[in-house]
């Protein structure tokens, strides 16, 4: 009924930048907070960055000042521009949505969804 499909991960050298775009698709009627998780090998997910629908933005102190989180709503997608990349950014980076939709009954629903992940890996 709802899915999010992620874009934009791959190998980048130190310093440089990735855009990552997630777009949500399906029955939905309206979109809360969207935001952006990452997992490291042998490490917990973790929180990037999170936009509500209206309100300010939030980021984890270790990418503050390198990464802006932005959304479209009229496209449904929210992107995670990240420059000054750091070997320690290497990451599966999910996106994740708040969205209440409309089922196949009717009905309406609210529930919280995540991408498939997309591999970033910063490397020389």
């Known amino acids: 009924q709802v899915q999010l499909v992620e874009s934009g991960g791959g190998l980048v050298q130190p310093g440089g930048s990735l855009r990552l775009s997630c777009a949500a698709s399906?029955?939905?009627?309206?979109?809360?907070?969207m935001g952006w998780y990452r997992q490291a090998p042998g490490n917990p997910r973790e929180l990037v960055a999170t936009?509500?629908?209206?309100?300010?933005?939030n980021y984890a102190d270790s990418v503050k000042g390198r990464f802006t989180i932005s959304r479209d709503n009229a496209k449904k997608t929210v992107f995670l521009q990240k420059n000054s990349l750091k070997p320690e950014d290497t990451a599966v980076y999910y996106c994740?949505?708040?969205?209440?939709?409309?089922?196949?009954?009717?009905?309406?629903?609210?529930?919280?969804?995540w991408g498939q992940g997309t591999q970033v890996t910063v490397s020389s």
């Open positions: 994740n949505a708040d969205i209440i939709y409309n089922n196949y009954e009717g009905l309406i629903r609210r529930n919280d969804y």
């Open positions: 399906g029955r939905i009627l309206k979109i809360n907070a």
């Open positions: 936009i509500p629908s209206g309100g300010t933005t």
